[in-house]
């Protein structure tokens, strides 16, 4: 027995779903229908029609914590994850590979699959044509949306595949996290990062907001650090971004060295404790005047895709006791 | 006797009904030899038959009522093997629900589950890119930015067709509507349209789906692939030119893969499949 709705907006009858989000039955505006159980065309043909219920799949959306932990456990993988303030470029460097892929392999590298087509489509929507702007610009990441992953598995020249998870979060939260507002108890995507990217906005670099720019992101990394959320062997990139337009502003010499002498005092202050911290500018979706393609995110995705280093294990000091018998359990007998 | 089940699947307008029509005709209008070939005529055969005479008479076909899985039983023999080949016919709304509502109706993952391939029908003239605004301080005329502008919202069905078509691809690559290393054969269709371009279907499916093509040569989800340019229908049904035609199975263009030369055996597509 089919369901009929009165309401000309609800497909019910297509999708099985009722626009006002009653269940089938409930709604007021739902009629049985006994007569369509059977569809007769034009010409005649009875087409048998089975009701049946719905099979869903999965929703393709960003992926939580535990869908994402799912990826890291079942394949080679590597998380990166993007921290930086409100509209830093953190989404639009994370849909550049994404958008790259689409007209083809891009560098070395060729779409595979992906979890998150949905997430990735929502948030390109607002630099494609279809969305009618004039300019391309990106889907900002609200804070109540909390942390996601958007999923890429991709293959290189060496026909290896590795799945990347790019973190997705909002930058108000980082902000929040270095007033202390936030805790950082649930700032998961920095602990298990492959490689933590901090962005710098090299737009907001250029403006009278310069010292407030390169503030925020020193509390916001001495923050982590004393929280001790950064392990001392996790690689670290400062990457200034909008690069594109620090290379036309009039105060390129100063933006530039206004990022060195954070990137140094960064380096001064904790290059002891993590060894792996290096410098990048960037520009995810150029104006096509000043550089025809991505500016030097391959660089930066060729080194977020290596493997971790293999530390060295030290071993710790073995202490030689003086009376034999407590020596036995030595490998060598405790022989000197 | 081996019995297989195969899924057709494609977004609405892209040839599925279309295709079945021309291969109703050709296995049973006997006229032209064919790889595989109709041992008798199937007990239901009502639809199918409908299809073939639409297909003949040159008549357009209605689009297939969303909802609807029409059943195709055919009997068919080659060289070596007799196959029971069971082939439904269901709407392009079907699948275009599944990538925007991420679901599909229980009937329709049973057959999903069963089907020993994949039968992906492209519409070649009808292809939605993904086109980036661009850049260029001048292409906005110089507006100033962008905010007092107001942009649409965006439309899960109206994303490019090849991130679509890859997600449905592989959503039938795992449960709960199949699993992985199924065969898959991708009917690149209207391909009289596109024809004067002078590709084969390999290099068609590379320049304006290379989203969808990257999936096909690096993806873990399926045994093999293998791409046909199709017209079913050997033009516009109300051109004097297929209308002239003497041997109506003739009007019937099959391109394989690395080829621009066409041939009319429809059912070299299934063979790939089973």
Same mark, same amino acid.
Request: glycine share 8%; proline share 4%; with cysteine.
């Given at each position: 027995m089919a369901f009929v709705c009165s309401n000309p907006d609800c497909?019910?009858?297509?999708?099985?779903?009722?626009?006002?989000?009653?269940?089938?039955?409930?709604?007021?505006?739902?009629?049985?229908?006994?007569?369509?159980?059977?569809?007769?065309?034009?010409?005649?043909?009875?087409?048998?029609?089975?009701?049946?219920?719905?099979?869903?799949?999965?929703?393709?959306?960003?992926?939580?914590?535990?869908?994402a932990t799912d990826v890291l456990r079942a394949k080679k993988s590597c998380v990166i994850t993007v921290i930086g303030p409100s509209d830093a470029g953190k989404t639009t460097f994370a849909l550049c590979l994404y958008e790259a892929l689409q007209h083809g392999p891009f560098h070395a590298w060729s779409f595979a699959g992906s979890l998150t087509l949905h997430a990735f489509e929502k948030r390109s929507h607002y630099s494609r044509i279809l969305c009618g702007k004039p300019k391309p610009d990106t889907l900002r990441t609200p804070l109540s949306d909390g942390l996601g992953f958007l999923h890429l598995e991709i293959k290189d020249q060496h026909a290896d595949y590795l799945d990347i998870l790019i973190s997705d979060r909002s930058g108000e939260y980082y902000g929040n996290v270095a007033n202390g507002i936030e805790g950082v108890d649930d700032i998961h995507e920095v602990s298990r990062a492959d490689y933590l990217l901090f962005f710098i906005d090299g737009l907001r670099l250029g403006t009278d907001e310069r010292h407030g720019v390169t503030s925020d992101i020193k509390i916001l990394i001495r923050s982590l650090i004393e929280s001790n959320v950064l392990r001392s062997n996790q690689r670290i990139g400062l990457v200034l971004t909008k690069y594109d337009q620090v290379n036309v502003s009039p105060y390129k010499e100063r933006i530039e060295s206004d990022f060195d002498k954070l990137a140094s005092q960064i380096l001064d202050t904790y290059g002891n404790k993590f060894p792996n911290i290096k410098t990048y500018k960037i520009a995810a979706r150029p104006d096509e005047e000043v550089f025809q393609e991505p500016y030097g995110v391959v660089n930066l995705l060729e080194e977020c895709f290596m493997a971790n280093p293999v530390i060295d294990y030290e071993a710790g000091p073995v202490s030689f006791p003086d009376r034999a018998f407590l020596r036995l359990h030595l490998p060598d007998g405790g022989t000197r | 006797m081996n019995s297989k089940k195969i899924i057709i699947c494609g977004l609405p307008s892209s040839g599925k009904s279309s295709f079945l029509a021309a291969l109703g005709h050709l296995l049973t209008g006997d006229e032209l030899p064919t790889a595989l070939s109709l041992k008798n005529l199937p007990e239901t055969r009502d639809y199918l038959l409908y299809l073939a005479q639409k297909w003949v008479r040159y008549t357009e076909l209605e689009r297939t009522p969303s909802e609807t899985l029409k059943e195709i039983h055919l009997t068919l023999t080659s060289d070596t093997e007799e196959i029971n080949l069971y082939a439904p016919d269901m709407s392009g709304e079907t699948w275009e629900s599944l990538w925007v509502d991420r679901s599909c109706s229980e009937k329709v993952a049973e057959w999903s589950n069963d089907a020993c391939g994949v039968l992906l029908f492209v519409h070649a003239d009808k292809i939605t890119p993904a086109v980036p605004i661009p850049t260029l301080k001048n292409m906005s005329g110089d507006k100033g930015d962008a905010t007092g502008v107001e942009a649409t919202e965006w439309i899960a069905s109206k994303s490019p067709t090849a991130v679509i078509l890859t997600d449905i691809l =592989?959503? +039938?690559?795992?449960?709960?509507?199949?699993?992985?290393?199924?065969?898959?054969? !991708?009917?690149?269709?209207?391909?009289?349209?596109?024809?004067?371009?002078?590709?084969?279907?390999?290099?068609?499916?590379?320049?304006?789906?290379?989203?969808?093509? =990257?999936? +096909?040569?690096?993806?873990?989800?399926?045994?093999?692939?293998?791409?046909?340019? !199709?017209?079913?229908?050997?033009g516009r049904i109300t051109s004097d030119t297929i209308r002239q035609e003497n041997i109506p199975s003739r009007r019937i263009q099959v391109v394989p893969q690395y080829s621009v030369d066409h041939v009319y055996d429809l059912t070299l597509p299934i063979m790939s499949l089973i």
């Open positions: 497909s019910l009858s297509e999708t099985g779903k009722c626009v006002d989000g009653f269940e089938v039955g409930q709604c007021p505006h739902v009629t049985q229908d006994e007569v369509s159980s059977k569809t007769k065309t034009d010409e005649g043909f009875i087409a048998p029609e089975e009701k049946s219920s719905i099979v869903t799949i999965a929703d393709a959306e960003i992926l939580s914590i535990d869908k | =592989q959503a +039938l690559a795992k449960s709960p509507l199949g699993s992985k290393s199924r065969r898959l054969v !991708v009917i690149l269709s209207a391909w009289d349209m596109v024809r004067s371009m002078g590709l084969t279907p390999d290099e068609y499916l590379s320049s304006h789906l290379p989203l969808l093509q =990257q999936y +096909l040569i690096n993806n873990r989800d399926y045994a093999g692939y293998e791409i046909f340019g !199709v017209s079913a229908l050997g």
